[in-house]
């Protein structure tokens, strides 16, 4: 890792490699990538002069790594990253297990519309899809009404998701779901396998790192990339809608949080600069906490 610059002062490589190492030992951040931990980190040093100076002076990190500055440093970065990437999951994810055996005994005697209470429990478990539970519907038919309705959809970053279905109001799909978290993967087979006989749904489940792995042999009408990119380094983000053969891409941003609004709308700023450069047309879909944007890839 290369020391950065902010306002003429210079924080060498040793401290932020520090820095990182210590953000990184919770271990729901183990996985978080450096270049998006050191974005944040950078934009702390913007907005509080006295840790910077601070900072640009210590010669190693071991120096300081004991210092109050170290330690709010460190509680404010999480928190940030937490907001999009950590607890995205809810303390209640060991619930899952139940109430997946709960959702499969209902199916036996229920339509999958009378199962959406089941849906809703599990949903809650996950931060982002806790979110939609107000607008799930109407989000999935203003995309699909864009779209028109897809045969076959690639979930990458998936997270809970998929687990959605009954709101997609779609039958006989190919769903591609794809994620990071071991734990998610083999949760969203089991949902995938149950729902199958009562949806047609062929669902497959995937493990799969998005800054180290290759999308070739990925195709489908629509691909999702929710809440997604504000964790990966723009060049990742840059790889991924080039290499996906798709007909759609719909990417999403949170819009809520503390202190970053700046920040975002120059991500925003870039992810737009970004579509244009690549020639890629999009439509904008606003929620109360979502911004979603629906790009026209290619003809399959
Ligand atoms: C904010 S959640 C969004 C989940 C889901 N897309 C949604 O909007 O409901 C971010 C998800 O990205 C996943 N993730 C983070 N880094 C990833 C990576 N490098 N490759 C694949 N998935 C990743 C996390 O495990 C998490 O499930």
Redesign the pocket.
């Known amino acids: 890792m290369e020391s950065v610059t902010i306002y003429n002062k210079i924080i060498s490589s040793d401290v932020l490699v520090g820095i990182i190492s210590r953000i990184k030992e919770k271990k729901e951040l183990v996985?978080l990538?450096e270049k998006v931990c050191l974005r944040y980190i950078i934009t702390y040093f913007m907005q509080h002069g006295k840790a910077l100076a601070k900072f640009s002076e210590a010669k190693d990190f071991s120096s300081i790594q004991r210092s109050k500055e170290v330690d709010e440093l460190i509680k404010a970065v999480r928190e940030e990253v937490r907001l999009?990437?950590g607890l995205?999951q809810t303390e209640d994810i060991s619930k899952i297990d139940h109430l997946l055996d709960k959702l499969e005994k209902d199916f036996k005697n229920k339509s999958i519309e009378r199962t959406k209470d089941d849906h809703d429990r599990i949903l809650r478990l996950?931060?982002?899809?806790s979110e939609?539970l107000e607008f799930y519907e109407k989000f999935f038919s203003d995309i699909f009404a864009i779209t028109d309705k897809p045969i076959s959809i690639i979930?990458?970053?998936?997270?809970?998701?998929p687990m959605a279905w009954p709101y997609y109001q779609l039958r006989n799909v190919r769903y591609t779901a794809?994620?990071?978290?071991e734990q998610?993967v083999q949760h969203l087979q089991r949902y995938f396998d149950i729902i199958k006989p009562y949806t047609g749904i062929q669902g497959k489940a995937v493990k799969?790192?998005?800054?180290k792995d290759s999308l070739d042999g990925f195709t489908a009408d629509v691909c999702?990339l929710?809440?997604?990119l504000d964790?990966?380094d723009a060049s990742v983000a840059e790889r991924i809608i080039t290499s996906l053969r798709c007909r759609w891409i719909v990417a999403?941003f949170p819009t809520k949080t503390i202190t970053e609004q700046a920040m975002r709308f120059k991500r925003r700023a870039g992810f737009q600069k970004m579509l244009r450069r690549l020639g890629l047309k999009y439509q904008t879909l606003t929620y109360e906490n979502e911004l979603v944007y629906i790009i026209t890839k290619e003809t399959l």
Do not use: I, M, P
């Open positions: 996985h990538d999009v990437y995205y996950n931060r982002s899809t939609r979930d990458l970053a998936c997270g809970l998701n794809c994620e990071l978290n998610d799969l790192d998005l800054t999702f929710l809440k997604v964790l990966l999403s």
